[in-house]
């Protein structure tokens, strides 16, 4: 079993920054990515970046050159670093985690409120 916390969220004014963490505890060992998505009132939940576990990145397009996820694997902890915020990035963000037995991701945290305001 996998747990996922996240922390960091808040409300900031655009072209500011924010830093999620995602800090995974329980059986690490069958993780073999970990991401953020986010979901806006009235959408869909839309992936924002991935990391696997050696270290490859993938990014939506409209995050790409804003947002850098990285992770300390002697933490077990995944970070996304968001720069030049702007209000249409304003939504519940959730740290997710990929089981190497799984083809998506399948395991969520309970997500953290990002708002940017104009």
């Known amino acids: 079993q996998v747990q996922l916390v996240e922390s960091g969220g808040g409300l900031v004014q655009a072209g500011g920054s924010l830093r999620l963490s995602c800090a995974a505890s329980g059986s690490i060992f069958s993780i073999n990515a970990m991401g953020w998505y986010r979901q806006a009132p009235g959408k869909q939940r839309e992936l924002v970046a991935v990391?696997?576990?050696?270290?490859?990145?993938n990014y939506a397009d409209s995050v790409k050159g804003r947002f850098t996820i990285s992770r300390d694997n002697a933490k077990d902890t995944v970070y996304l670093q968001m720069n030049s915020l702007k209000p249409e990035d304003t939504a519940v963000y959730y740290c997710?985690?990929?089981?190497?037995?799984?083809?998506?991701?399948?395991?969520w945290g309970q997500g953290t409120q990002v708002s940017v305001s104009s």
């Open positions: 990391i696997t576990s050696g270290g490859r990145t």
């Open positions: 997710a985690a990929r089981r190497a037995i799984a083809t998506s991701y399948d395991l």
